[in-house]
């Protein structure tokens, strides 16, 4: 029997050696975790913190509202749209307000350069509707123009020299004394949820972009999600293992690493010019994306059904099911909480996508909401896009806010995917 000889000091003390730095290795390495997450959090709270600072005055609207008279000296009943409405509620603002217009009206343009054109749109509409109002005194609310809303938000100051700012200092005067008469009220900016784009920025919304960016998602989802999970579970279950499936694999991987503007140009060549899908609409972004998506749906698909553990195979195949009911039966709904993972993954990189729609002509302005998936259209991500490089001041504060719009549509899709998920993962 061999005799069990007790360490020495020296052997214990190079083991507690050993012992306290592996412990303080690990001590390091969870130091150095902490602090990658705080800062990877500091940057995203920055990062989240510089776009509510620089978009939530949008959703504050400064609107005037005034009694206008419609002078039916300056109206023609029989040609309405003839008349310079504008000009006239500028001319009786000014008089409201005790400020005289010279003879070459002057004074005038200048306070219709702080109205929005809406104002003179709704007296126009009222004309049309009915021509009695001609004579009468009606009551009208709209935005201020926009410079005109960022002096009262204070993005607009009188230390600014005057040639330097968008307003004279005569027109801020006349804006105090309309904001000292009750004419001008702060309120909620309902205008930007329930509009759609506009070259006037006070009149544009999101509203078209969202629809757009839903139908274009919905279709993307109904055409990447069903063949990609597919093409997965025929490559993972079914198909031979052999050189050309091999090829097959590695093409895909490749086509995830694909830049986004190659599926634009793809799209550009066949969809547009070659099966004459109409451009910049839900139906061709929907295609474009949807090839953009695949790959990521098949990679995610196959890693989801190599998860579910060879038992529950063979056991289905014991008690005599099929190798297609093995599958459909009972591998792929134990794979669908990964699988939903990697739909939500694709589709929110397709929804944040803007090179490939570029290509397929989403860059173009458009107005209205879309009511069909071959209705000319724009997307959050393009919308975006266009207002960053307009050169009205007040459209940097709507891109702004266009971008708290993407990330809460996001952030509902999201939701809406992990509660399906989760709802599969109880089932199963």
């Given at each position: 029997m061999t005799e069990i000889r007790?360490?020495?000091?020296?052997?214990?003390?190079?083991?507690?050696?050993?012992?306290?730095?592996?412990?303080?290795?690990?001590?390091?390495?969870?130091?150095?975790?902490?602090?990658?997450?705080?800062?990877?959090?500091?940057?995203?709270?920055?990062?989240?913190?510089?776009?509510?600072?620089?978009?939530?005055?949008?959703?504050?609207?400064?609107?005037?509202?005034?009694?206008?008279?419609?002078d039916p000296a300056r109206i023609d009943p029989a040609d309405p749209g003839g008349a310079n409405y504008d000009l006239m509620i500028a001319e009786q603002l000014l008089k409201r307000i005790g400020v005289a217009d010279d003879e070459f009206g002057t004074r005038s343009d200048a306070m219709k350069a702080l109205l929005s054109g809406d104002l003179g749109f709704q007296v126009l509409d009222r004309v049309k509707a009915d021509p009695s109002v001609i004579g009468k005194t009606l009551t009208l609310s709209a935005p201020l123009k926009a410079d005109a809303g960022l002096?009262?938000?204070?993005?607009?100051?009188?230390?600014?020299?005057?040639?330097?700012?968008?307003?004279?200092?005569?027109?801020?005067?006349?804006?105090?004394?309309?904001?000292?008469?009750?004419?001008?009220?702060?309120?909620?900016?309902?205008?930007?949820?329930?509009r759609s784009d506009s070259t006037e920025p006070e009149q544009a919304g999101v509203l078209g972009a969202v629809v757009?960016?839903?139908?274009?998602?919905?279709?993307?989802?109904a055409l990447a999600i069903p063949i990609g999970v597919l093409a997965a579970t025929y490559l993972e279950e079914f198909?031979?293992?052999?050189?050309?499936?091999?090829?097959?694999?590695?093409?895909?991987?490749?086509?995830?690493?694909?830049?986004?503007?190659?599926?634009?140009?793809?799209?550009?060549?066949?969809?547009?010019?070659?099966?004459?899908?109409?451009?910049?609409?839900?139906?061709?972004?929907?295609l474009v994306l949807a090839l953009m998506s695949l790959p990521t749906v098949i990679i995610a698909t196959r890693s989801a059904l190599r998860a579910v553990p060879p038992s529950i195979r063979e056991a289905a195949l014991a008690l005599g099911a099929s190798r297609t009911q093995t599958v459909f039966h009972?591998?792929?709904?134990?794979?669908?909480?990964?699988?939903?993972?990697?739909?939500?993954?694709?589709?929110?990189?397709?929804?944040?996508?803007?090179?490939?729609?570029?290509?397929?002509?989403?860059?173009?302005?458009?107005?209205?909401?879309?009511?069909?998936?071959?209705?000319?259209?724009?997307?959050?991500?393009?919308?975006?896009?266009?207002?960053?490089?307009?050169?009205?001041?007040?459209?940097?504060?709507?891109?702004?806010?266009?971008?708290?719009?993407?990330?809460?549509?996001?952030i509902i899709m999201n939701l809406a995917a992990v509660l399906l998920r989760r709802r599969f993962e109880r089932r199963w």
């Open positions: 007790p360490a020495s000091d020296e052997l214990r003390a190079a083991v507690a050696r050993r012992l306290k730095a592996r412990n303080a290795a690990e001590r390091r390495f969870q130091l150095y975790g902490r602090i990658a997450i705080a800062v990877a959090l500091g940057f995203l709270l920055l990062l989240l913190g510089r776009i509510v600072q620089q978009g939530w005055s949008t959703f504050v609207d400064y609107r005037l509202t005034a009694q206008v008279y419609v002096y009262f938000k204070g993005q607009i100051t009188r230390a600014t020299p005057e040639d330097e700012r968008p307003l004279t200092s005569e027109q801020l005067d006349w804006l105090d004394r309309l904001n000292a008469g009750g004419l001008v009220k702060s309120e909620f900016n309902t205008t930007f949820l329930t757009g960016s839903a139908l274009m998602l919905l279709l993307t989802a198909a031979p293992k052999n050189r050309w499936t091999d090829m097959v694999e590695v093409n895909i991987n490749n086509l995830a690493a694909v830049p986004s503007i190659v599926y634009g140009l793809l799209g550009l060549a066949v969809f547009i010019n070659w099966m004459n899908v109409p451009r910049s609409s839900p139906l061709v972004g929907g009972h591998v792929l709904p134990l794979a669908l909480p990964g699988v939903m993972t990697g739909a939500i993954l694709s589709l929110a990189h397709a929804l944040g996508e803007t090179a490939p729609l570029l290509m397929v002509g989403m860059v173009s302005f458009v107005p209205g909401v879309p009511d069909a998936l071959t209705s000319a259209s724009t997307v959050l991500p393009v919308q975006i896009f266009i207002w960053e490089n307009a050169s009205e001041r007040a459209f940097q504060e709507r891109t702004a806010a266009a971008i708290m719009v993407l990330l809460a549509f996001m």
